[in-house]
């Protein structure tokens, strides 16, 4: 019987999570050296480039590098987000279509090697993330379907500006339910899963509490979580229902996951 790690090996052998290991490897390394601004992932680094670009309509990625934003106590060591922009044509498109871009928000104060490792993963997941919305794109655009959002900027506006937890879940759990979303935030936790060498549902609460709120409102949501009562219990429902999704997703994708 295959176990959870083996089948993920199995899952990762194919051109998109080899871009993720190499586009990955090239950012954490920028990151470790100190730099900071706009930096492009040259093409050629990206194993397998043409077969990757034969399924998705990436042609570019990106990362902005931001080692002011977090200068609070309370920021954490980094923050990791992704942003895919798709290729609809047009004169934005040559400029911008089919464009990844990785935004890392490094606290110098605080990030050292104790959170090395988990920073890569982190970084591989959004890497995976985005590469799977390029991948829908093209399959999208094969089919002659048009552009749709995966999610409500109004939403995600109303999210940010929002200070409670729970509702901030309330707000976003569209937003990570929705299947194009869904789909992605899947790649990117079994990339998780490989690279912690663990199965998926050992961290599957945490990782959607972070999709939902916030790598910056995590502990925060814990704790909600901890003390009960009816915000924590509404937080747990939310991610309970997640959850229960998601590992029917995976098993979807992979029948003979035990």
Known sequence: MNTWYNLYKEAFRNPFDIATRDITKYLDEKVREGAKGQIWVPSDIITNFDEITGKSTLKRV???????????????????????????????????????????????????????????????????????????????????????????????????????????????????TD???????????????????????????NFLLEALVGKENVAFGQQVMARGGPAGQRLLDIIGRLSDRYISRVKEIYPHLK
């Open 62 to 176: 990106g990362a902005n590098i931001d080692r002011q934003a977090l200068k609070t106590d309370a920021a954490p060591p980094y923050i990791v987000m992704g942003s895919f922009l798709p290729d609809e044509g047009g004169a934005a498109s040559v400029l911008w279509g089919g464009l990844t871009t990785i935004d890392i928000y490094i606290n110098d104060a605080k990030f050292g090697p104790e959170y090395y490792n988990d920073f890569h993963v982190e970084l591989a997941s959004a890497v995976r993330h985005e590469l799977e919305h390029g991948a829908d794109e093209y399959r999208r655009k094969k089919k002659g379907l048009p552009f749709r959002p995966s999610y409500s900027v109004e939403d995600l506006q109303r999210a940010n500006k929002e200070e409670n937890v729970v509702n901030i879940a309330i707000i976003r759990e569209k937003y990570v």
């Open 179 to 205: 299947i194009l979303e869904r789909e992605a935030f899947i790649r990117g936790a079994m990339t998780q899963a490989k690279k912690r060498k663990k199965p998926l549902v050992e961290f599957l609460q």
